[in-house]
């Protein structure tokens, strides 16, 4: 079975400017969670997507927002880049996101602003 | 959001030694999970417990869970280089309907041979 996958890979963007990176879960989770991890905080949760419907959100911005479409992929979108953006963001996909499921992360998008 | 302190940020140790990682925090978790993570990769599950005052050992590896599930141990007899990584602890908590974890700052690991 395929692992999460996560595309790009790394991504160069200057201030302002806005990105969309993109999640593929493990085929038949229907459970989504994105995560931004530095240096400085940790991995820490941005938001969770089950069956098209966001149904957590942690303490970001509005710049941070996300979807999930019928096939379970996700997007998320960061509008208006600022350097404290830079970051590894992590996408992990579960069955249905409980206590009981596993979270499989995928390797993550290197996101540097400059 | 419940904290999760991890302690020691940084260690680095001889190939055979024995170390333990803490996890404290001040609240209650249904369920408590250790991750590792290697550099370029996502973090990959080692174990999650569930029961106060459970033990589970994963090879060289054993963890605990405190009996008031507010805290955590991983230690980790004979350690080899191929344990170098970041071990991180992430509890559980749902808001909103929805399903996140907390996730510790973790404790970069370095053995060297």
């Known amino acids: 079975k395929a692992g999460v996958t996560q595309t790009p890979r790394y991504l160069i963007k200057t201030r302002g400017q806005q990105v969309t990176l993109s999640c593929s879960p493990i085929s038949g989770h229907r459970s989504v969670s994105w995560y931004q991890q530095t240096p400085g905080q940790g991995l820490q949760f941005l938001f969770e997507?089950?069956?098209?419907?966001?149904?957590n959100k942690g303490n970001f911005p509005g710049r941070f927002s996300g979807r999930q479409f019928s096939n379970s992929r996700s997007e998320m979108n960061v509008s208006t880049l600022e350097l404290g953006d830079s970051a590894l963001y992590l996408c992990a996909s579960s069955l249905v996101g409980s206590s009981t499921d596993t979270q499989y992360f995928g390797p993550g998008t290197r996101l540097t602003v400059l | 959001t419940q904290l999760l302190e991890q302690s020691p940020q940084f260690l680095s140790i001889q190939e055979g030694e024995n170390l333990t990682v803490y996890c404290n925090s001040s609240?209650?978790?249904?369920?408590l999970q250790w991750y590792r993570q290697e550099p370029g990769e996502g973090p990959v599950l080692l174990v999650t417990?569930?029961?106060?005052?459970e033990v589970k050992k994963l090879k060289r590896l054993t963890f605990q869970f405190g009996d008031a599930r507010k805290d955590s141990s991983l230690h980790i007899t004979a350690a080899q280089p191929g344990d170098t990584g970041l071990y991180l602890c992430a509890g559980d908590f749902w808001e909103n309907s929805g399903y996140a974890l907390n996730f510790g700052k973790g404790t970069s690991l370095l053995v060297t041979p």
């Open positions: 417990v569930v029961t106060g005052g």
């Open positions: 609240s209650v978790f249904s369920s």
């Open positions: 997507y089950f069956s098209e419907t966001q149904r």
